[in-house]
């Protein structure tokens, strides 16, 4: 079936630093989705994309997060500067349709430890 | 606001037993409700969904679920296991937003392990 691609499957930073987290979608898929695991606890909601904006974000989905999806490329999710309570593992999803019922299709995800 | 609940961190059953996972969910809305699967470093896969009409939905190998309002549960089931059953079974419900796309909120996993 279709397949969504995280890159890299695991980053390792420092503190304060920067990282940009970049997410193959389905090729015709039109919204975009990530999700945030941290260890032990339930995926969560940060933000979802459709037509080059933000349509809804979390109150995980701090200032220092950024998304965006240029050019019809990677869609992305960026953090700067990262904190030690960005460690998780980070899913994206992409869909054909909005609405509550379509089908998100998942990456494996991109575990994300701040040191 | 909504949440889901699935009260089992882990099952291990044997192969060619039964299993069902529990998920109960709380929303004031009508629900739409997903099992997702999640086998080693693979993203999460659709087993089957529910919108109305029909309790019980067929989903892909040989798992079902039945839904009910009045319990709010939306319990998984397959009949007969197979040791590639093993990988962790998240219950998610999708509610009503405000803007495009939609939002999923998952339940915690349960991680079932199939003993040969």
């Known amino acids: 079936g279709p397949k969504v691609l995280q890159i890299p499957s695991h980053q390792i930073i420092d503190m304060g630093q920067m990282v940009t987290l970049n997410c193959d979608p389905v090729s015709n898929h039109l919204y975009f989705y990530w999700y945030k695991q941290i260890l032990g606890q339930q995926m969560e909601f940060l933000v979802n994309f459709y037509n080059g904006k933000v349509m809804e974000k979390s109150k995980l989905f701090k200032d220092q997060f950024s998304v965006e999806r240029p050019d019809g490329s990677y869609f992305t999710l960026k953090i700067q500067p990262t904190a030690l309570e960005d460690s998780a593992v980070y899913f994206c999803?992409?869909?054909?349709?909005?609405?509550?019922?379509?089908?998100?299709?998942f990456g494996p995800g991109t575990r994300l430890t701040v040191l | 606001a909504q949440s889901v609940t699935q009260p089992d961190a882990r099952v291990t059953v044997s192969e060619g037993a039964s299993l069902q996972l529990r998920c109960k969910y709380s929303y004031s809305g009508t629900p739409y409700l997903f099992w997702y699967v999640q086998y080693p470093r693979q993203g999460l896969q659709l087993l089957l969904k529910y919108y109305s009409g029909d309790p019980v939905v067929q989903g892909v190998n040989g798992f079902e679920a039945e839904f009910s309002k009045s319990n709010s549960s939306f319990h998984l089931r397959k009949a007969s296991v197979h040791w590639s059953d093993s990988a962790v079974y998240f219950c998610?419900?999708?509610?009503?937003?405000?803007?495009?796309?939609?939002?999923?909120?998952f339940g915690i996993g349960t991680r079932v392990l199939v003993r040969p």
């Open positions: 998610v419900l999708s509610a009503l937003t405000n803007s495009a796309g939609n939002k999923l909120t």
């Open positions: 999803a992409s869909s054909l349709y909005g609405g509550t019922y379509a089908e998100q299709f």
